[in-house]
C-alpha cells in the first residue's frame, strides 16, 4: 500500500488510468508527501510566530531603567567573559 494520506477507496482505477507511466504515479506520491510535510512545516512556523509573539509582549513590559540596566548588565558581562576566555585560549574562537 503506498503512503499516501488518502483512503484506499479514493484510488483511480479507471483502465484508462492504468496507462499513465510509472515515473509519473511516483511523481504524484512524491508531491502528495511534499504537500503533507509542508503543511507540518507550515503549522511549526505558526507555532514559533506565536511564541515569539509572546516574548515581545513580554519585552515590551519590560521597560525601565531597571531592565536597561539588567540586560546591559548581562551582555556587558557575557562580553568580558568571553574575552577572558579568548584570552586564554578557551573555546573555538581563533
Known sequence: M??????????????EFLAIREDVKQIEKDMAIANVRQATAQNDLDGI?????????????MRGWRQFLLTGG?????????????????????
Open 49 to 61: 510566530k506565536a511564541v515569539l509573539n509572546d516574548i515581545k509582549g513580554e519585552l515590551k513590559t
Open 74 to 94: 548581562i551582555g556587558v558581562g557575557w562580553g568580558v567573559f568571553q574575552g577572558i576566555c579568548h584570552y586564554f585560549g578557551f573555546g573555538s574562537a581563533p
Open 2 to 15: 503506498p503512503d499516501l494520506p488518502m483512503p484506499t477507496d479514493q484510488y483511480v482505477t479507471r483502465p
